[in-house]
């Protein structure tokens, strides 16, 4: 919902970074590789219950994911592969961080976990399947940056996701209505593109 409007704010100091990393031969890849172990990471701490040391992880790990492509646009363009890694990875980590809950404590966390991965999962496939209909049909957009598939807007994209995920290691004791919140709006988020891509389907 406010991930258009954060790119405004984040993209230029991305950029100007990207530079920087980029004569100093840090690769798109390599980094979207370190992102992914930086989630894996913020995973791990959670399920240790370091969740001081798992914010911090999981800051980094958005940063590595927001740096690679740009990165990628100063070597001349990002790849097919670099763009399928920078999807798949995002949603492992998206992935790791409600089961990492889990994992510390089933008895308290397990159930909202569930749901917060059914949520997941709802809100991912109307996305993806919009997305894979777009590519088929040349259907392009920069509303979220240059992409390597089409960013359909949701209620629940990236910045609402991290300041969830954000807020459950700052209060890990409240994860379940956490999650269960969030849940919640990536359902709603997820319904709403249905309608949405029915809509645009139909008009077509």
Same mark, same amino acid.
């Given at each position: ?18 530079? =920087? ?6 690769? !798109?890849? @390599? ?26 992880? =999981?800051?980094? #790990?958005?940063? %590595? ?10 070597? @001349? @363009? ?18 790791? =961080? ?11 966390? !397990? ?11 709802? #809100? ?7 997305? !894979?209909?777009? %590519? ?6 920069? =509303?979220? @940056? ?6 359909? !807007? ?36 997820? %319904? ?13």
């Amino acid at each position: 919902m406010f991930d258009s409007r954060l790119r405004r704010l984040i993209d230029p100091p991305l950029n100007r970074a990207a530079v =920087v990393l980029a004569r100093a031969g840090v690769s !798109a890849d @390599g980094l979207t590789l370190a992102g992914l172990a930086l989630g894996f990471a913020a995973a791990g701490a959670i399920v240790a219950g370091a969740f001081a040391l798992a914010a911090a992880f =999981v800051v980094l #790990n958005r940063l %590595a994911d927001g740096l690679d492509g740009p990165i990628a646009r100063v070597h @001349g @363009g990002g790849t097919n592969l670099g763009g399928y890694y920078d999807i798949v990875f995002d949603f492992l980590f998206y992935g790791a =961080v409600p089961l990492a809950f889990a994992l510390h404590d089933p008895a308290a966390n !397990a159930l909202a976990a569930t749901v917060l991965l059914a949520s997941f999962y709802a #809100n991912g496939a109307t996305f993806l399947a919009f997305a !894979a209909l777009a %590519a088929r049909s040349g259907r392009t957009t920069s =509303v979220q @940056g240059r992409k390597a598939i089409y960013y359909f !807007a949701g209620l629940a994209e990236g910045a609402e996701t991290i300041a969830a995920f954000l807020a459950m290691c700052v209060l890990p004791h409240y994860f379940a209505v956490i999650a269960l919140a969030f849940a919640g709006l990536c359902f709603i988020s997820a %319904a709403t593109r249905i309608f949405m891509v029915r809509a645009i389907l139909r008009a077509e």
